[in-house]
């Protein structure tokens, strides 16, 4: 219940920053091979890399030692480092969870020193009763009433190229269940790939294509080699 804006982060932000330093200064930590999928089970030579990798960030007690067996404390160690990264917890070192453990120590500590900055700056702003955040790197949106979340949902974010913009204002109105128009970069950009790979991809999304007099059009109406696709409206289901 504790909100992504608040002083308890900023605090818990500034004790991460000191935890860091400190293993920055001893070296950091070591990468863990790729090549092979980890899992509940596996008996690998990258189990004990992976064991030092955790132990050292505090997600695997040291106490559990190196065998090269992936047991049932590093299967909860690298659940609680996926938790911790925004990853789908599933305790498999995937492709996902390799590369959030390989980031070199120093990369994560220069991430939470700008990102303390951040915390202080917007948490000074912030309103006293209510108000919403959208944190876009976890796709997240917290709703806080009182210095506590009440609700928390996934949101939908732009992509590191095409980026959603920051916005700070006052919420005047919310719409549930709206239908989507999808602007024509996004028709350009990404439906009209998607539906050369996939044709059935707009009718599993459940988005429909009207002409400009409104009229509905069947996918395979259009030309989806061309531009054509962008002279029409796409608008998703609620």
């Known amino acids: 219940s504790t909100p992504i804006l608040s002083p308890e982060i900023v605090n818990a932000t500034q004790a991460a920053i000191a935890q860091y330093s400190d293993i920055v200064a001893r070296g950091g930590w070591p990468v863990v091979p790729a090549g092979k999928v980890l899992r509940l089970g596996v008996r690998d030579p990258a189990v004990v890399t992976l064991r030092q990798r955790l132990a050292i960030t505090g ?127 996004i028709i350009r950009k990404d439906l009209i790939p998607l539906m050369q790979k996939e044709p059935d991809y707009l009718t599993k999304q459940r988005i429909r294509i009207y002409d400009p007099k409104g009229n509905p059009l069947a996918p395979e109406q259009v030309n989806w080699h061309s531009d054509e696709a962008t002279k029409y409206l796409f608008r998703q289901d609620p």
């Open 59 to 185: 997600d695997l007690d040291r106490s559990a030692g190196l065998s090269e067996t992936f047991d049932s404390y590093v299967d909860s160690a690298v659940r609680r480092f996926q938790a911790r990264h925004g990853i789908p917890v599933d305790g498999v070192v995937g492709e996902s969870t390799l590369g959030s453990l390989n980031v070199p120590a120093g990369v994560r500590l220069s991430q939470l020193a700008t990102n303390l900055t951040r915390l202080k700056s917007l948490t000074a702003a912030l309103p006293e009763d209510r108000f919403i955040v959208v944190n876009i790197p976890a796709a997240a949106v917290e709703a806080v009433e009182n210095g506590r979340v009440v609700s928390r949902h996934t949101a939908v974010v732009g992509k590191v190229d095409r980026p959603s913009p920051i916005v700070n204002s006052k919420i005047h109105e919310v719409n549930f269940n709206p239908f989507w128009t999808v602007p024509a970069s």
